[in-house]
């Protein structure tokens, strides 16, 4: 019997040992592999982000590595402010008396804005657009013309109505300006020059109640305005009316030259002045006889008041409602048959929804007592 070769046989076990293991590392090594590569996560896509810039707004942004157009909410406001009422904003020309230059007859025009407040095809502009006219015509934004009858004019606050007898393209909305605050947006749309139709300008209410001349209670505002703006609309981001434009301040009787002075009606004395003027051909308005300025820390600091709102009398007219009474210089109105005087409610547009004849309270400071005094309003006299 032949003995076995130990030697030979521990080598061959040796060498299926080491087969083993090795195939076995390569086997696991691809097998985890395998496993490794199934399981990795796939890069995901990110998402977009949301950043709500106010509660009823929000901008999706996409992510970093695509291009993207990113429009801001005040932005977008205005641009549908602006679509809005556009469409409803005209240009007013009127046809003045004629003049002869040598042997020619020239018919010269005016020209300026407004704006369609009513279905019906009611108008408003200013007074001194049509002034003096023979005859008026519009412009409609899409270039229609259409001739347009006076309904009646309000020298004092610078309002006209007009009406034309044809179907209009668009109406706009008249707001509420005794909710207006400095510093909130506020856009022009008129025809510049008379020959720029639809221009918007944008800007800032830049105070309330200015007075300029003997026009009161006026919105101040930086938004440009230009010769032709004039009876165009001053509006808000909501794409509501909050000021008729009326003029601008360029300079000073000092020759001090002013910049972004604008200045606009505001839409509630708009409203009260076109509804009588549509519904009685004129204005009728109350008048108390006194001249006055608004009360603001500035005013109150000079004349050293007490009070920090209403008005302070500076002058009164002589058998006028107000002497009558025995109001004084220098005294300061707070409140109008309890409603107070302030920067959101003017006397002005008070005295307006107010009869001729009608008695009423004020609501007086002297010399740091307050007590009331009684008036009867009367007509406001001509040219005052």
Do not use: W
């Amino acid at each position: 019997m032949q003995r076995p070769n130990y030697i030979l046989l521990s080598c061959a076990i040796v060498l299926a040992v080491l087969l083993g293991v090795v195939g076995g590392g390569v086997m696991g090594g691809l097998a985890g592999y395998y496993t490794a590569r199934n399981a990795a996560p796939t890069p995901a896509v990110a998402a977009p982000i949301t950043i709500a810039s106010s509660p009823s707004t929000a901008t999706s942004v996409p992510p970093a590595n695509t291009q993207t157009r990113i429009t801001l909410s005040e932005e977008s406001a205005v641009i549908d402010a602006v679509r809005k009422v556009k469409p409803a904003v005209v240009t007013v020309i009127t046809q003045l008396p004629s003049s002869t230059r040598r042997t020619a007859t020239v018919t010269p025009t005016a020209s300026g804005s407004g704006v369609i407040i009513d279905e019906k095809g009611y108008v408003i502009t200013n007074n001194h657009v049509i002034e003096d006219g023979k005859s008026v015509y519009v412009v409609f934004a899409d270039g229609v013309r259409a001739e347009a009858k006076v309904v009646g004019t309000d020298v004092i606050a610078d309002i006209a109505v007009l009406k034309v007898e044809t179907k209009v393209p668009a109406v706009a909305a008249l707001g509420d300006s005794n909710a207006l605050q400095p510093g909130q947006m506020a856009i022009a749309i008129g025809s510049p020059l008379g020959d720029f139709r639809g221009t918007v300008t944008l800007g800032v209410v830049s105070a309330m109640n200015r007075s300029v001349g003997r026009q009161q209670d006026l919105i101040q505002t930086d938004a440009a305005i230009n010769n032709g703006n004039s009876g165009g609309p001053l509006i808000n981001t909501q794409g509501q009316v909050i000021g008729i434009n009326t003029l601008v301040v360029r300079s000073t009787n000092e020759g001090n030259v002013a910049e972004g002075l604008g200045f606009a009606i505001p839409s509630n004395m708009v409203k009260e002045i076109a509804t009588q003027l549509i519904t009685k051909g004129k204005v009728e308005r109350a008048y108390l006889g006194v001249t006055y300025q608004q009360v603001d820390p500035q005013i109150a600091g000079a004349l050293n008041l007490q009070a920090t709102r209403g008005i302070v009398i500076m002058s009164v007219e002589a058998n006028t409602p107000a002497a009558q009474a025995g109001l004084k210089e220098g005294d300061v109105i707070l409140a109008l048959d309890g409603q107070i005087i302030d920067a959101e409610h003017s006397l002005a547009t008070m005295l307006l929804a107010r009869r001729v004849g009608e008695a009423v309270t004020l609501q007086v400071q002297r010399d740091g007592k307050m007590f009331d005094l009684k008036a009867t309003l009367s007509a406001r006299p001509a040219g005052r």
